[in-house]
Nanobody, 115 residues
Framework: QVQVVESGGGLVQAGGSLELSCVAS????????VAWYRHGPGKERELVAR???????NYVDSVKGRFTISRDNAKNTVYLQMNSLEPEDTAVYYC?????????WGQGTQVTVFA
């Protein structure tokens, strides 16, 4: 049984920073292919960033240059460093771990950015 837990969300003023963490455990899960999604109020779920085996990453255009996805294999953790936050970044952020051809999701962490 794989479990995924996100943390690090919160309330922050525009221009501030937050770092989200995604930890997976169980069934020898690895973090080779992990994505962060977000679901903002009145919006559809959006892929924010993904990190692949070998460290290749990609980002949605709206966060390029502001967000950084990274991985610590020793801790089985993927991070999303978010800088220069904007009110439009307000959303519930979810971690998606692709492992053994299945997607495992966490419960989400709320990020609220106020002007």
């Amino acid at each position: 049984q794989v479990q995924v837990v996100e943390s690090g969300g919160g309330l922050v003023q525009a221009g501030g920073s937050l770092e989200l963490s995604c930890v997976a455990s169980g069934s020898n899960v690895n973090m080779n292919n992990v994505a962060w999604y977000r679901h903002g109020p009145g919006k559809e779920r959006e892929l924010v960033a993904r990190i692949y085996t070998g460290g290749f990453t990609n980002y949605v255009d709206s966060v390029k240059g502001r967000f950084t996805i990274s991985r610590d294999n020793a801790k089985n953790t993927v991070y999303l460093q978010m800088n220069s936050l904007e009110p439009e970044d307000t959303a519930v952020y979810y971690c998606d771990v692709l492992f053994s051809d299945r997607d495992y999701w966490g419960q989400g962490t709320q990020v609220t950015v106020f002007a």
